[in-house]
């Protein structure tokens, strides 16, 4: 599965970058909002994993722009240190289709974004 | 002894007692500077600010930006605006009534409609054109207010009334902010459990040849050219030192109208901005300040180091030397304004300690460098030459170049922005130059302020007077 | 400026040619000297502190390295027993020695400090693993026994990240600490440690707690499991922060059970107290709140009075709109607009009731019942 991950703070992007990658995803990686929506043509993902406090353009930037261009395909998984009620359902009414916050599991991060790989294969 | 002994004795011993008084105070502001930046940097070490961006409990903040005829920039700058690190926000833009199209714009980019909104009008202020929000949900913190035409401290006054949480953060919208700017300002207004913190002032810096990419500061250098690269010193010095010092004494009365935070409910109810000074950003922290006094309410003005905004500065002596005509003319009407504070011992260390300082030393400073400088120049050409003369100057100068070469140490043990050891010898070397050829032009620009100020007295006097007592029996009558 | 009157003054006074000559050069040589030694230190800083940073890029390759080996290291994936596993997380020699080193151990704490806070599940228990193989709990250890503030306050943070659960009992002391920095990490750290029980320490303590270090232990809690504690114990506490913070609890934790506990502090004598009851009502109430908080509406300050009136937004009924209504010629624009929006927000018979006010035809609250409308609506 291509999945693109905007993320500003380096360390946790190459854990991201790994740790995908050893599930045998292709892994574009951008360090803020406006790049992210920037690779969103060229990259074409099938799943978008995006943290929300970002330079440029928040996360929930991004999941308007994803939401825009692909308003059936490519799911949007956010991963924030935001875990407050309003920041979560104003994610998921702008079309969100999975909420993670931090501190987060490595693992059920792996489940979750298998999930959304079985529903394309279907 | 004749009388013209006297009186160069009663001048020379006048001016001998003013110069150790002001020595006394650059070593003060120096060993109080580096206790307060210690202990704030200790503290600072290990805070964990992500704490408050995802928080409920977090206190709400208005960010207010007026605008006036920024059109070609204005859509990036409110978009930096929007991505700030804080989650229980509100963005006020006050267009200004602008010339240009900004507001158009706005409403293009963000998708923006007309909202039906009563304005509470507890500031008086030039009447509002219109409120307006985005249709967008991803920008459901952003509000533009349309106003006429009445200058920053009108349009702070709009956005006073039009915000509705407690704490509001005022900047230039042109500034370029760092994304944890609003968690480390939010922070001292929750600190405290024994005093109120009603402002918390943060550090501006200059942007000059910074690269600076869609709102966002990306790379720090040094300025290029001579006058930002002069001022990058003295804002350092200024900031670094002497505002540090100043909070260390709980003393601050000035923080500056690009980056400050306020308490809304206090600025409402001393009045808010005073449109009449060109000085609305120091006259409002003077008057919160009295305003807590005369209420002997505990209190507190806070200070936050950290390099969080970044500002374009003046490249050319033109706009430079109007900008310091403004600044000391809001210097003297804030000072005028507030007379009554003047070695009052009701006042506590405001009175005795802060007004005194800004008086003399800010005030009066260029004042007396101006006629001792032509005292001692006639002094010189009257009388045989006399070699000890040189001396004397470049004594004076480089106590002066010593303040300054510690203010580029102090940044240098602390936030060290221009990382090149090239850029540190080049500020020295700036060091040395300002006495000579920057500071006598800084020192005209304020002298032609007074000057200003003094024509506009004996012009429209009345005028001046009227409105400027006017506004402060606006202020003694709410404050009793 | 000082040095310059000081001199004219000299021509003035019978001083001898010579001393004076001497006396300007002492002063004008300690000055230069006091710039030259200014900059001389700064160079010699800025050299040292160079040499650091290059070798930051070093100490990040390989600390990296050590993080990436315990987060990812799955030992049910990859099928070997718990020594093997041991082993592959164990850091190299190389690592252990940058431990020896002041700076680079300080940097590689900072790392797996980092990565640490982002993580849960068995990537965190890794990397409390790699924390103690390399030692660095032991050093954490001995910054406990420092005598400046801010290096005791920084260890007790770093354990306390890194749930080194074992040396709770070395922490209690602190809570109570004349430093406001080390008792707010203790603090925090109890919390970590033994989730809501740890909260012991509100009844010792004798300082205020600070809105922010109310907010981190709130949020230190909502990483533990929910445990109904008793806190009406600190409803009736002296320290008025301890009943805030406890009011804070009732209202995060939806306590129903200790509704008719906190409308007794309605009436408590501190006035941030009460604010905070209003807030907690405002989100757990009954049929009668609305009651009680109109039969203290006169009691209060302005302040309060508002935030009853915004609570009563969320909680008002029907039985409420005779008040609400008689608030609407109230001298406070402010005031107004919220018991408006409260009288909206009950429903069609408080939108109608607010309509057909006398003065809703005219400025202002017209123009507010147009506002209303339109939040309504959107």
């Given amino acids: ?122 | 002894m004749s009388w013209q002994t006297f009186i160069l004795h009663v001048f020379t011993y006048g001016i001998l007692l003013y110069s150790i008084l002001l020595l006394v105070c650059y070593v003060c502001i120096g060993a109080f500077s580096i206790s307060e930046t210690r202990t704030y940097l200790n503290k600072n070490s290990f805070t964990d600010y992500r704490v408050l961006a995802s928080s409920t409990e977090a206190p709400s903040i208005s960010v207010l930006a007026p605008a006036y005829n920024e059109g070609t920039t204005i859509i990036e700058n409110v978009r930096s605006l929007l991505s700030l690190h804080y989650n229980n926000l509100e963005v006020i833009i006050i267009n200004d009534g602008s010339k240009d199209d900004s507001l158009e714009k706005l409403i293009d980019a963000y998708d923006l409609y007309r909202i039906d909104f009563f304005v509470n009008a507890q500031l008086a202020t030039k009447p509002v054109r219109g409120v307006y929000k985005s249709r967008n949900p991803v920008y459901r913190k952003l509000i533009v207010v349309d106003k006429v035409n009445g200058g920053k401290a009108d349009a702070l006054n709009v956005g006073v009334n039009i915000a509705q949480n407690n704490y509001y953060v005022c900047i230039d919208v042109d500034c370029v902010l760092e994304q944890d700017a609003l968690l480390k300002l939010a922070k001292p207004f929750l600190e405290n459990a024994t005093e109120r913190v009603i402002a918390a002032g943060g550090v501006v810096r200059i942007a000059n040849s910074c690269q600076i990419e869609g709102g966002r500061l990306v790379k720090v250098n040094l300025a290029k050219q001579f006058l930002p690269r002069v001022q990058t010193l003295e804002y350092i010095r200024a900031f670094l030192l002497s505002r540090m010092a100043w909070t260390r004494l709980n003393g601050l009365l000035l923080i500056s109208g690009a980056f400050g935070a306020f308490d809304r409910d206090i600025v409402i109810k001393c009045g808010g901005y005073n449109s009449e000074t060109v000085g609305e950003d120091m006259e409002l922290v003077v008057r919160m300040r009295r305003y807590m006094e005369e209420r002997d309410e505990p209190y507190r003005v806070s200070f936050i180091p950290d390099p969080l905004c970044w500002t374009e500065a003046p490249s050319t002596f033109k706009i430079l030397g109007r900008q310091r005509n403004r600044w000391a003319r809001g210097t003297i009407e804030t000072l005028r304004i507030h007379k009554k504070m003047f070695f009052n011992p009701n006042y506590g260390l405001l009175g005795m300690l802060s007004y005194p300082y800004w008086l003399f030393f800010e005030f009066m400073a260029p004042i007396i460098e101006f006629f001792g400088t032509i005292g001692l120049i006639i002094y010189c050409l009257s009388g045989p030459i006399n070699w000890s003369l040189f001396m004397i100057m470049l004594g004076v100068l480089s106590i002066g170049v010593l303040y300054s070469i510690f203010a580029i140490l102090m940044e240098v043990l602390t936030y060290n922005q221009y990382k090149q050891r090239k850029d540190i010898l080049r500020l020295v070397l700036v060091a040395i130059l300002e006495p000579v050829i920057f500071h006598p032009f800084v020192v005209w620009s304020s002298i032609r302020g007074n000057f200003d100020l003094l024509r506009k007295h004996n012009g429209g006097w009345g005028e001046m007077t009227r409105q400027g007592f006017a506004t402060e029996k606006k202020t003694v009558t709410k404050l009793l | 400026m000082f040095l310059a009157k000081l001199l004219i003054l000299n021509e003035f006074l019978p001083v001898a040619y010579f001393s004076r000559v001497h006396y300007q050069v002492i002063v004008m040589l300690s000055i230069a000297g006091l710039i030259i030694s200014l900059l001389v230190y700064m160079l010699f800083y800025m050299y040292f502190k160079s040499k650091h940073e290059k070798k930051h890029d070093k100490w990040r390759l390989i600390s990296d390295l050590l993080i990436h080996r315990a987060v990812f290291y799955d030992a049910e994936e990859e099928d070997i027993d718990e020594t093997e596993a041991q082993a592959a997380i164990a850091a190299t020699a190389r690592a252990k020695k940058l431990m020896h080193n002041k700076h680079s151990r300080k940097f590689v704490t900072g790392e797996i400090l980092s990565a640490k806070k982002n993580m849960t599940g068995t990537a965190s228990d890794n990397l409390k693993q790699l924390y103690q193989q390399l030692g660095l709990d032991k050093y954490a250890l001995k910054s406990l026994k420092s005598r400046l503030w801010h290096i005791k306050a920084k260890a007790i943070q770093e354990l306390t990240v890194m749930e080194m659960s074992e040396y709770v009992n070395q922490l209690y002391a602190f809570t109570n600490d004349q430093v406001e920095l080390v008792r707010m990490e203790a603090q925090t750290a109890i919390v970590q440690f033994n989730g809501f029980e740890g909260l012991r320490f509100l009844d010792i303590i004798t300082y205020p707690i600070s809105d922010w270090q109310q907010i981190k232990l709130l949020q230190q809690l909502a990483h533990v499991p929910p445990v109904n504690i008793s806190i009406d114990g600190w409803l009736r506490s002296e320290n008025n922060s301890v009943v805030v913070f406890a009011l804070k609890l009732a209202r995060n934790y939806h306590r129903f059970e200790l509704h008719d506990d906190i409308l007794l502090c309605l009436d408590h004598a501190d006035q941030n107290v009460r604010l905070e009851v209003i807030n907690y009502l405002c989100e757990i109430y009954t049929d009668d709140t609305t009651d009680e908080l109109i039969s203290r509406f006169l009691k209060e300050d302005f302040k309060n009075q508002l935030a009853m009136i915004k609570a009563m937004q969320n909680i008002g009924s029907e039985k409420d709109i005779l008040f609400l209504l008689s608030l609407l010629d109230n001298e406070s624009h402010e005031m107004k607009l919220t018991a408006a929006r409260a009288l909206a927000k009950i429903g069609k018979s408080g939108l109608a009731s607010l309509q057909g006010h006398a003065l809703a035809k005219s400025y202002p609250l017209n123009e507010m019942v147009l506002q209303i409308k339109g939040e309504l609506a959107a």
């Fill in chain 1, 1 to 122: 599965m291509k999945i693109l991950v905007a993320e500003d703070d380096q360390l946790m992007l190459k854990m991201l970058e790994f740790r995908l990658k050893k599930d045998g995803h292709e892994i574009v990686v951008t360090h803020d909002g406006r790049e992210a929506v920037a690779k969103l043509e060229e990259f074409k993902p099938d799943l978008v994993i995006t943290d929300i406090m970002m330079p440029y353009l928040s996360g929930l930037e991004v999941v308007g722009a994803v939401k825009k261009k692909y308003p059936h395909g490519t799911p949007v998984i956010i991963l924030s240190g935001m875990g407050q009620e309003n920041v979560v359902l104003e994610a998921f009414q702008l079309g969100a289709d999975d909420y993670i916050t931090k501190p987060f599991s490595p693992n059920e991060l792996s489940v979750r974004v298998h999930r959304f790989d079985l529903s394309i294969t279907k």
